[in-house]
């Protein structure tokens, strides 16, 4: 069966440390594909005001062109309205008839058991994290002994050097007119400037 892991989130936009997460995933874990799951409405982000689709989109297929075992689904952006991640996973692991991964940030996975129907997410698929720069891991360590001993779930913990990147801290130079060299492609800072998104 192949082995294909599934990356959501708002990426808004999407930068270097997502793409080297998920090249690092698909090498440590030998994954036939690793498939970006852009979402609408996150009900963890209700009130944030978030790029159109369109645009979000575009950066990811602009940050992917280059790896042929990276691909992007619509399904989130096409089904609309809040989406949660065990409805997606469900609806996506008969799509592509394989083992399903889900790609996460480490600070979602240690509070997963809090989400809709995260139990159940911890029990039926495969999870992948990596550990963000200056994060305190005591609780993660404790949190992912206790997913492992209470429902026996199957977690990967990524062996990644650090790359303290984040999209907040995009848009916040982005705002100020500064270079975003490092932090995301090149054609992706293109795309930002020529489209005029995040100057407010």
Same mark, same amino acid.
């Given at each position: ?7 959501? !989130?708002? =990426?808004?936009?999407?930068?270097? +440390? ?7 995933? *698909? ?6 594909? *690793?498939? =970006? ?9 209700? %009130?944030?005001?978030?790029?159109? +689709?369109?645009? /979000? ?13 990276? %691909? ?18 469900? %609806? ?20 997963? %058991? ?10 039926? =698929? ?5 550990? /963000? ?14 997913? /492992? ?8 913990? *990524?062996?990644?050097?650090? =790359?303290?990147?984040?999209?907040? /801290? ?6 100020? !007119? ?23």
């Amino acid at each position: 069966m192949k082995k294909i892991a599934i990356f959501g !989130g708002t =990426f808004d936009p999407i930068h270097l +440390a997502h793409i080297k997460l998920a090249e690092t995933a *698909l090498e440590e874990l030998g994954l036939d594909k *690793l498939v =970006f799951m852009p979402n609408t409405v996150s009900p963890f982000k209700l %009130d944030a005001k978030i790029s159109s +689709a369109k645009h /979000r989109c575009k950066m990811i297929e602009l940050s992917i062109q280059h790896n042929l075992r990276l %691909d992007m689904t619509r399904y989130e952006i096409d089904k609309q309205g809040i989406s949660y991640t065990y409805d997606a996973l469900k %609806d996506l692991s008969s799509l592509y008839d394989a083992h399903l991964y889900f790609v996460l940030g480490y600070d979602s996975l240690v509070a997963i %058991d809090t989400w809709y129907k995260g139990t159940e997410i911890l029990k039926e =698929f495969s999870l992948i994290t990596a550990v /963000r720069p200056g994060i305190d891991n005591q609780l993660g360590e404790q949190k992912i002994c206790e997913y /492992r001993t209470v429902y026996g779930a199957d977690i990967h913990l *990524l062996n990644m050097p650090p =790359f303290d990147c984040s999209s907040s /801290r995009i848009r916040e130079l982005c705002k100020k !007119g500064k270079s975003l060299s490092g932090l995301v492609a090149d054609t992706v800072e293109e795309y930002i400037i020529s489209n005029g998104l995040y100057k407010d």
